[in-house]
């Protein structure tokens, strides 16, 4: 009874401790991206296995945020960046026991979002939710399509990024981007992730990857430049 | 021209450094000659640049909540009516083992139960019926024999009978022996008081520590099977008298009556009677058929047996034994043939 008082403790001070943790960013994971959650994710997830909800919880607050960001990059919708990431924390704790450890805990974890995001992506595509902007399109200033400023040689759109509108923009050009183009941009541009580590997540091999990645890229610099003019 | 569309497929892997040495070199001399891939690729490092600096969205507040909420439902649900009894003494016994061994204590106990019955239809049919005494002596057998043929409806008309009213006292081996000379109202009601009339109106009755064992259940299934019991296959040699005869001679029979109760009972005797027609005293009771030669030694201490009028029955545990005591018509006390 005291060792199971002693682990709710540890489990509590923990949830403390990393629940507002942020997770890294790309200035942050290029390179020195933390490294030391791989041993405490390892440790949290042997509780879970053993029927500890509460071991999730810590999980759950230490990778939450991210977990949000690859889904709402991906969808483009706030909403259903909610519904996804919950979606996902479920899958992931339902099919825990079959996690082997073979990768790290977070590479399996992201992988299960990108999966119930490429879904979500797949129902609203049907649902023609999403209307993507084509580069011939013409530019649409309604409300929840990108809207296109007049291209400025004043100001450039990297300098535009501090204003949230501008945000808007780029979150429109991704979501313009086909969905196997949109997934490996927000892992390895937005996300930081290595190319081995999507190779992990999205199950594909390390060529298709690189060229994907590189189509992506190309499309999104045609996108941003109808929008922006000059990026 | 064909060299920039190679070139421009490197891109992006020379942005992100992963290119060999020999092809980074390449992509680097190119870019130093050509302005129209240097160009792009200026444009595929703006473009990187502003991804990688997309402010991160923080989720809704109490997602982690929402997500946990959901989890516990899920374990509620899971848990269902059975571990919640059990949660609260922190006791995880699968359900399976207990549902096993459940099983097994039911099988155990059924089989327990049912297995002396079995044993006792197995034993009916014994249809040898060896005496030791002489063709006089069955002939003195042979007029109560049809006395054990209507014994099954009789005995059931009266278990029937009993369970509808009280049955009169019971005769214990202590009780006064008055009982009337009627072999067919006597030899139910000696044995009313253990429960296994039937038993012996059928067959040689289970040995005594078997009748413990089944007594209750195997005596309510006996009486409610009376009916099926004449469906038992006739013996083929007619109806069996289950009765062994001791004949003896003495001065006093009452008083060696009294003494042949006293040896029954000291030999593990049951459901001992006593009752007197005329001159001759009657004791009667269950033995066990291995203390038989013993009770024979014994009696002959008190009083003379008659061993030509004497029969035995064999082949069964529990033997139904009538001593019959007649007085001497002298008058005077036979000494017994050994002392």
Known sequence: ?231 | MRQCRDIEEQLTAYLDGVLEAGEKESVEEHLSTCSHCLTAFKDLQRTREILARLDEVDPPSGLAEQIMSRIHEREERRKGLFAKLFFPLHIKIPVQALATILVVVLSVYIYKTTLPEMGNFERVPEPQVTGTGSPAAKKDISPKIPAAAPAPQRSSRKAQAEKKEPAPAPQTAAAPDIAPHDEKTFVPETHADDNNALSFSKAAPPPREERLKTRGTAVREEKSKAPEAQHIPPLPTGPRDVRSHIAMTAGNPGEAAGQAKMIMRSLGGTGIVERAEGNTAIVSGWIDTAVLGDLTDRLKEIAAVDESKSSFVSGMRTAFIEIHISGTDSGREEKPADR
Not at chain 1, 18 to 39: A, I, V, W, Y
Not at chain 1, 49 to 73: D, S, T
Not at chain 1, 185 to 210: A, C, N
């Open chain 1, 1 to 231: 009874m005291e060792t199971i008082t002693l682990t709710w403790h540890s489990i509590a001070h923990l949830i403390i401790r990393h629940g507002t943790k942020p997770p890294g960013g790309l200035s942050q994971t290029e390179e020195g991206r933390p490294r030391e959650n791989r041993d405490e994710d390892s440790q949290y997830v042997a509780l879970c296995r053993e029927g500890e909800p509460a071991a999730f919880e810590v999980l759950v607050r230490r990778h939450q945020k991210r977990m949000f960001n690859i889904a709402y990059r991906m969808t483009g919708n706030y909403e259903d960046a909610g519904d996804v990431v919950q979606e996902a924390f479920l899958s992931a704790y339902r099919t825990i026991k079959q996690f082997r450890g073979e990768a790290k805990f977070s590479t399996w974890l992201y992988g299960i979002v990108v999966n119930h995001a490429r879904n979500r992506m797949r129902q609203t595509n049907s649902r023609s939710y999403h209307e993507p902007v084509r580069f011939d399109d013409p530019p649409s200033r309604e409300e929840g399509g990108p809207a296109i400023d007049p291209p400025s040689r004043d100001i450039s759109a990297v300098d535009l990024l501090v204003q949230k509108e501008t945000q808007q923009k780029v979150q429109s050009c991704i979501n313009g981007l086909d969905k196997e183009h949109r997934e490996v941009l927000v892992l390895r541009d937005i996300q930081g992730f290595s190319y081995e580590e999507i190779t992990g997540m999205l199950g594909i091999p390390d060529g298709t990857v690189k060229s994907r990645l590189s189509r992506a890229r190309n499309a999104l610099k045609d996108s941003l430049k109808k929008v922006f003019g000059d990026i």
